[in-house]
C-alpha cells in the first residue's frame, strides 16, 4: 500500500497558521505538524492529524468496551443475511481501498493510546450505509469530546448557491469519497479503531485500524477541506482557476459553478479533473445544462442522468444540487416533496415534518411560514412532544398545510438569474429587496434586476427570509424594523456572495415609521429600535430606501402566506413586483413628508441645573471638562495653535500641557505664596504650605516640595519634590479621578501612593475619600449597606396577659434522612415560637409543601390553641398556606363564616432575603440544630427517635430561663416558658401545691389564674427590662427615598453581578424610618430589606430609561 520507501515529502508550516489565521485563534489545536504528502500507488496524497484538544490526557479504551455493541449488531444482522451480507461486503471494499487495515494481534497492544469505536448500518432513502459512531463514550469520554470541529474553511451553502445562478453555463459535480482521500497520521491511526469477525461469533473479533479521516469524527470536514484547499493553492491551474473554483464554489465535496460560455465551461471541467485528481480528489458525477460540454469525459465521470441522456435520449432527468433538484434541460431548479407517515399527529411528528422541508433560498417561505405559526400556536400551553390530543383548530390547519406537500415536487424557478441570450447584452443590475411584517410573522425578499442594451428588463428572484414574530406582542413599527433589519441582512448577504458587478442595491418597506427612524440619529430612541436603526444604517451605507404601498410588496406574501398551488403560477412573488419593469420614474414615491408624531420610542431628554459660588471662569472651565485626559488635550491643543491642528499632538506637547494646568491650578490657590516665591521670599507663617518648606522650579515654574530628601540621590527628583497641589480645586478632582480609574478603582491608600510619587496634595487622603465617595465604580464596590436605627419593639412581641402563642412567628429547618426499612427519605422540623413568652412549639413536617404546613398547623392548635398572628418568612410552603386557608374561609357558609371571622389567623410575611426580620425564631432554630446535631449526629435515624428528640428539646428550650439567673438561694428562682404552658418551671418536677382555699370546687379555675398573674408579674418586673438596649444598629442613616439607585446584595453571586435598580417606593416602620422598598431592575419589581440595599450616586435617567420602565408588581 505504501510503495517505495515512503516518500515523505515536508513542506512549509504555512498550512498551520493560514489555519490558524482564518480560525482567528493562536495554535488552537494539539502540536500541529507540518502537512505531509505520501505517496499512494501513483498519486501524492496529504495527511492531516486529528484536531486534538489540548491538555487531553491520552486516551485508551480496551476491545471489551465494544464487544457488546457488535453482538447487538450480529443480532440484529442475523435476522437479515442480506443486510449482513452488504455490511460484510462494504467492510472489505474499504480494505481492499486501503483507507482500513488490519492490525496484527502483537501491534494492538504496543501503542500508547488505543481507541475503538462500534459501528451499525443506516437505512436512508432505500441505501443500506456503514455508519462508524464516533461519539460513542467509554468511562464518560467519547472520541469527538476531544477533538476541535475547527473553523469553517469553505464557503457557505447559500453563497455557493447564488454564485451557481450567475452565468449562462453551469457545471456541477462531485468528489468521489473526498475525506477517504486525506490520509491520517500515523500516532493518530491507533485512535480509530473497530472490530469485525464476519458474522462468525465463535471467533475472536479482528481489530481494524482506519488510515484515512472516516465519516463521523468532528474535525473531518475541516481537516479535509483545508487538504483540498492546499493542494489548489499549491496548483491554481490556468488563470488560478482551479484555485478560485475550490475557494468559492465548492461546498465540502460539492462543486457547483456557473460561467458565461460552453468554452470557459470545458476548460474549467479539465482543469479541475486534471489538477484535483494529482493529489488523489477525483470529481465524478458531472452535470451540465451544455451536454457539449461532457461529451469528451469519460462514462464513469459523467452523472448518470447525463450518461441517459446522451447515451439514451432520456428526458425528464435531473440531478441534486445541495438540497434541490437542477433540472438541467430546462435549467431551472425544483425541490423534492419530503412527506412523512406517521401513525398520531403530535408535535415531535409535525417538528419532523416541518424540519425535513429543506428550503435554502427561501423561495417557498410564504408556504412554511404558515407551518412555523402552526407550530407556534402548539405552544400557547405546556404540552407534551408525543400527545396526540392537539386542538381541533390546530388539526384543521395542518392537515390542510400538509395535504399541499406533493404539490412541491412541482414548484421550480429558473436557475439564472437572466436568460442565456442576453448575458452579453446587460448594461446595468440592480438588487431590490422588500420587507414588511405583520403581527404574526416578518421577513424580506430580493429580486435582481438586469436591463439589457435595447432598455429590456428582465427580473429574477433571489433569496428570502422569513421569522415569525415573537410570542411577546410587539408593536407593528417595531416588526416592521425588524423586517427591515432582515433586508439589510439579506442585502448584505448577496452583496458580499455575489461576483458579478452589481449597480444599485435599493430596499423598500411600506411602512413610514420605519423609513423615518433610517433617516434619524439611532442615539434618540430607546435601546431596542435604536440598536437595530444602527445595524441597519451600518450595514445599508451605500444603499438606498424607498417607500412601496402594501398592494404592490411582493414581502407581504411572507407575512400573510400562500398555497403551493399559489406559488406555482406567475405572481408578483415569483416574478416580481410589476413596477420594477417601467421606469425609476415610474416607480412608488414616498406620500408626503412623514412627521414624527410617535415619540413613544424616543429616548426621555434629562435636564439638570448647577448652581455654584465659585468664580464664573473656574465654573465654566469645570463644567467644560469631564476627565483629566479631556483637559489636557484642550490646553495642548490651545497651546498648538489652530494653524497645526491637522499634525498629531506629541508626548511632549502632552507633558507640556499638563504643567499649564498646574501652574493655572497654583495662580489661583496659591497666589501669594507664588508671588513671594518669585521674589525669592519664603512664604509667611500662616501659610498652608509652610511645614513643606515650598520652592520654586525654575525651569517650568510650579511650586514643589522643598522637604528635608534632597540628599537622597538615588530617588527620582520628582518623588523628591512632588508639585504641590490644592484638594478642593477642581483640576485636582479630576487628577485623582484619572488615578481612580487608571488604578481600576482600588482603595484610597493606594491612589494615595501612586499620586505621592509625583503630586504632593494637601490633606490627600481626604480629598481622595471624597473622591471616591462621589464615584458610582468605587461606591458600588466598597459601599455597605445604611442600616437605619434598630426599631422598637413591635406589638406582637409586647402582648402582656394574652395567652402563650398569640402571637407566633413560624419557620422549618431541617432536612433529616430518616431510615424507612432500607431506605431513607427527608423530613424537616418546624418551629412555633411565640413572640411575647418565648415559648417553642417543635414538630416533624414530611415536606416543604402547603399540605405539610397545613397538617402541622392543624396538630398545633389543637394542642396550643388557634393564634391570632402568624409571622414566617415568604418561604413557598407559608404562602401556600395562607392561600389555601383563604380560600377554605371564604367557601365556608355565610353563618358559620360569621361564627369563625374572630379565630381567621392573620398571616404576616416578612420581606424576601431578610432573616433578620425573623430573627426571634431564627436563634431558636440554631439552638434546635446544635441539641440534635448533638444527640443524633449526622446519622439516619428512625422517624419515631427523631419526633421523640424534637419533642425532648423543645422541652428543654422551654425550661431556659428569661433573663438573669441569680445564684442566691433567697432569691427567687428564675421564670421559664413552661410557668405559663405546665405551671411549673420545669416537666421533671413536681406541680406546685397551693393553700387548700385556692382548691375548693368553686374556686378551682383560681389555681390557673394565681399561675398566670405570677408569671406575668415576674415578667414585667424581670424580664421584660432587659429588652431596652438596642444591641447593634444605634445610627440613623439618611433614609431612602423613590427614585434613589441601589445596588441589589445577593450572596448567591459575586459581587460584580449584583444587580443595579431604582427604588419605586419604600416601606417605613411606625419610626417613620424605611426599613424595606421596591426595587425596579428592568422590567421587574422586587420587595428587599434596607440591609440588602446598597445606595449608590443617582445614574442619569437615559442610563436606566430601558432597564426602570415602571411595570406591575411581581410577588417575588
Same mark, same amino acid.
Given at each position: 500500500m505504501w510503495r517505495g520507501s515512503g516518500r515523505w515529502i515536508s513542506c512549509h508550516i504555512r498550512a498551520v497558521s493560514w489555519l490558524c489565521d482564518r480560525s482567528r485563534i493562536e495554535k488552537p489545536w494539539r502540536c500541529w505538524k507540518p502537512r505531509l504528502i505520501v505517496q499512494v500507488g501513483n498519486i501524492l496524497r496529504y495527511a492531516t492529524p486529528l484536531l486534538r484538544k489540548q491538555d487531553v490526557p491520552p486516551l485508551r479504551a480496551p476491545i471489551k468496551a465494544v464487544l457488546p455493541n457488535l453482538r447487538s449488531l450480529e443480532r440484529r444482522l442475523g435476522r437479515d443475511p442480506l443486510r449482513a451480507q452488504e455490511h460484510s461486503v462494504a467492510i472489505h471494499k474499504l480494505v481492499e481501498g486501503g483507507a482500513v487495515k488490519k492490525v496484527d494481534p502483537h501491534e494492538t497492544s504496543a501503542?500508547? /493510546?488505543?481507541?475503538?469505536?462500534?459501528?451499525?448500518?443506516?437505512?436512508?432513502?432505500?441505501?443500506?450505509r456503514l455508519v462508524f459512531n464516533c461519539s460513542f463514550k467509554f468511562q464518560g469520554i467519547s472520541l469527538n469530546d476531544t477533538l476541535l470541529p475547527g473553523p469553517t474553511l469553505g464557503p457557505s451553502l447559500l453563497g455557493v448557491l447564488l454564485r451557481f445562478r450567475e452565468h449562462a453555463v453551469a457545471v456541477s459535480g462531485d468528489i468521489r469519497a473526498m475525506f477517504h482521500q486525506v490520509r491520517l497520521l500515523l500516532e493518530d491511526r491507533s485512535l480509530l479503531r473497530f472490530i469485525w469477525r464476519d458474522m462468525r461469533r465463535d471467533e475472536s473479533p479482528d481489530v481494524y485500524e482506519w488510515q484515512v479521516l472516516p465519516f463521523g469524527t468532528a474535525c473531518s470536514p475541516c481537516c479535509a477541506t483545508f487538504a483540498l484547499q492546499m493542494h489548489a493553492r499549491?496548483?491554481?491551474?490556468?488563470?488560478?482557476?482551479?484555485?478560485?473554483?475550490? /475557494?468559492?464554489?465548492?461546498?465540502?465535496d460539492n462543486c457547483l459553478q456557473s460561467v458565461p460560455t460552453t468554452d470557459e465551461a470545458k476548460v474549467l471541467v479539465d482543469s479541475l479533473r486534471s489538477v484535483l485528481s494529482s493529489g488523489g480528489f477525483e470529481i465524478r458525477q458531472w452535470a451540465c445544462n451544455k451536454p457539449e460540454v461532457l461529451h469528451h469525459l469519460p462514462t464513469e465521470a459523467r452523472a448518470d442522468s447525463m450518461e441517459g441522456w446522451l447515451s439514451k435520449n432520456e428526458s425528464g432527468m435531473s440531478e441534486p444540487v445541495l438540497g434541490l433538484s437542477w433540472q438541467w434541460e430546462t435549467d431551472t431548479l425544483g425541490y423534492k416533496s419530503r412527506t412523512l407517515q406517521y401513525k398520531a399527529l403530535t408535535m415531535r411528528n409535525v417538528y419532523k415534518v416541518v424540519a425535513r422541508q429543506y428550503d435554502p433560498l427561501g423561495f417557498i417561505a410564504p408556504y412554511t411560514t404558515r407551518a412555523k405559526l402552526i407550530v407556534q400556536s402548539m405552544w400557547d400551553k405546556p404540552r407534551d412532544w408525543d400527545d396526540p390530543l392537539l386542538p381541533a383548530d390546530l388539526q384543521r390547519a395542518w392537515m390542510e398545510w400538509e395535504s399541499e406537500l406533493p404539490l412541491l415536487s412541482s414548484i421550480s424557478l429558473p436557475r439564472p438569474y437572466t436568460p442565456t441570450h442576453i448575458q452579453q447584452e446587460i448594461v446595468s443590475r440592480q438588487i431590490h429587496v422588500f420587507s414588511d411584517a405583520s403581527e404574526k410573522a416578518y421577513g424580506s425578499v430580493s429580486y435582481m434586476r438586469t436591463e439589457d442594451t435595447q432598455g429590456r428588463v428582465y427580473l429574477a428572484f433571489i433569496a428570502a427570509r422569513s421569522r415569525v414574530a415573537p410570542r411577546r406582542q410587539h408593536s407593528v413599527p417595531r416588526l416592521e424594523l425588524c423586517g427591515a433589519l432582515t433586508a439589510a441582512q439579506l442585502a448584505k448577504t448577496i452583496e458580499r456572495e455575489l461576483t458579478v458587478k452589481l449597480d444599485q442595491i435599493i430596499l423598500w418597506s411600506d411602512s413610514t415609521t420605519v423609513l423615518t427612524w433610517l433617516r434619524s440619529e439611532s442615539c434618540r430612541f430607546k435601546v431596542f429600535v435604536g440598536t437595530r436603526v444602527a445595524e441597519i444604517q451600518e450595514l445599508t451605507a451605500g444603499c438606498t430606501w424607498h417607500y412601496v404601498d402594501s398592494a404592490q410588496n411582493p414581502a407581504d406574501d411572507v407575512t400573510r402566506g400562500k398555497t403551493l398551488a399559489e406559488l406555482g403560477m406567475p405572481n408578483r412573488w415569483s416574478q416580481g413586483p410589476s413596477f420594477l419593469f417601467k421606469g425609476p420614474a415610474e416607480w412608488p414615491s414616498s406620500p408626503g413628508e412623514v412627521s414624527e408624531l410617535d415619540t413613544s420610542e424616543h429616548r426621555?431628554?434629562?435636564?439638570?441645573?448647577?448652581?455654584?459660588?465659585?468664580?464664573?471662569?473656574?465654573?465654566?472651565?469645570?463644567?467644560s471638562f469631564s476627565s483629566w485626559k479631556a483637559l489636557v488635550e484642550a490646553v495642548a491643543e490651545e497651546a498648538h495653535g489652530a494653524a497645526d491642528l491637522k499634525n498629531p499632538l506629541s508626548a511632549e506637547d502632552y507633558r507640556q500641557a499638563e504643567l499649564t494646568v498646574f501652574r493655572r491650578s497654583q495662580s489661583e490657590c496659591f497666589a501669594e505664596e507664588l508671588s513671594r516665591l518669585k521674589a525669592g521670599k519664603i512664604v509667611c507663617r500662616s501659610s498652608r504650605l509652610l511645614t513643606l518648606s515650598p520652592e520654586l522650579d525654575p525651569v517650568k515654574g510650579v511650586i514643589r516640595v522643598g522637604g528635608r530628601l534632597r540628599r537622597a540621590e538615588w530617588l527620582d527628583p520628582a518623588f523628591k519634590h512632588p508639585i504641590i497641589l490644592d484638594p478642593s480645586y477642581w483640576t485636582t478632582k479630576l487628577l485623582i479621578q484619572d488615578y481612580d480609574a487608571r488604578l481600576c478603582h482600588p482603595g484610597p491608600e493606594r491612589v494615595f501612593a501612586e499620586i505621592r510619587r509625583h503630586f504632593w496634595i494637601l490633606r490627600g487622603r481626604e480629598a481622595i475619600k471624597r473622591v471616591q465617595h462621589q464615584c458610582q465604580e468605587c461606591r458600588r464596590w466598597k459601599s455597605k449597606p445604611s442600616i437605619p436605627k434598630m426599631a422598637d419593639l413591635p406589638v406582637a412581641r409586647l402582648q402582656l396577659y394574652k395567652p402563650a402563642f398569640y402571637s407566633t412567628g413560624v419557620?422549618?429547618?431541617?432536612?433529616?434522612?430518616?431510615?424507612?426499612g432500607r431506605r431513607s427519605e427527608k423530613r424537616w422540623g418546624i418551629i412555633y415560637k411565640c413572640l411575647t413568652t418565648r415559648a417553642v412549639h417543635l414538630d416533624l413536617i414530611h415536606g416543604m409543601d402547603a399540605d405539610s404546613f397545613l397538617m402541622s398547623l392543624r396538630r398545633f392548635i389543637a394542642r396550643r390553641g388557634t393564634p391570632a398572628e402568624l409571622y414566617s418568612d415568604q418561604g413557598t410552603n407559608f404562602r401556600g398556606g395562607e392561600k389555601e386557608l383563604s380560600e377554605c374561609f371564604h367557601s365556608m357558609s355565610s353563618d358559620l363564616r360569621q361564627l369563625l371571622a374572630k379565630q381567621k389567623i392573620d398571616f404576616r410575611f416578612n420581606p424576601p432575603a431578610a432573616p433578620h426580620f425573623g430573627g426571634t425564631w431564627e436563634r431558636e432554630i440554631k439552638s434546635v440544630k446544635t441539641a440534635l446535631y448533638t444527640v443524633i449526629g449526622v446519622q439516619p435515624t428512625s422517624e419515631e427517635v427523631l419526633h421523640t428528640v424534637l419533642l425532648e428539646v423543645e422541652a428543654i428550650l422551654n425550661s431556659k430561663p428569661l433573663g438573669y439567673t441569680s445564684s442566691d438561694v433567697v432569691d427567687l428562682d428564675a421564670i421559664t416558658p413552661n410557668v405559663l404552658l405546665m405551671g411549673r418551671p420545669d416537666g421533671a418536677l413536681p406541680q406546685v401545691v397551693y393553700p387548700r382555699s385556692e382548691g375548693l370546687s368553686r374556686r378551682r379555675w383560681r389555681q390557673c389564674q394565681v399561675i398566670a398573674d405570677h408569671f406575668w408579674a415576674r415578667f414585667i418586673r424581670s424580664y421584660l427590662p432587659t429588652l431596652q438596649h438596642r444591641q447593634k444598629w444605634h445610627g440613623a442613616p439618611e433614609d431612602l427615598t423613590v427614585g434613589s439607585v441601589v445596588l441589589l446584595i445577593d450572596p448567591q453571586f459575586p459581587r460584580a453581578l449584583w444587580p443595579i435598580g431604582r427604588v419605586v417606593a419604600v416601606h417605613g416602620s411606625a419610626d417613620g424610618h424605611v426599613r424595606s422598598a421596591d426595587i425596579q431592575v428592568k422590567d421587574k419589581v422586587y420587595t428587599r430589606p434596607v440591609a440588602r440595599l446598597i445606595a449608590l450616586p443617582t445614574i442619569p435617567e437615559s442610563e436606566l430609561d430601558e432597564r426602570c420602565t415602571p411595570v406591575a408588581k411581581d410577588s417575588t
Open positions: 501503542t500508547d /493510546e488505543a481507541w475503538y469505536i462500534p459501528h451499525h448500518v443506516v437505512s436512508h432513502n432505500g441505501k443500506n499549491d496548483n491554481p491551474g490556468p488563470e488560478e482557476i482551479v484555485a478560485h473554483s475550490v /475557494e468559492h464554489c465548492f461546498y465540502v426621555k431628554p434629562t435636564s439638570c441645573g448647577v448652581v455654584s459660588s465659585v468664580d464664573r471662569k473656574e465654573a465654566a472651565l469645570g463644567q419557620d422549618c429547618f431541617g432536612p433529616f434522612q430518616v431510615k424507612l
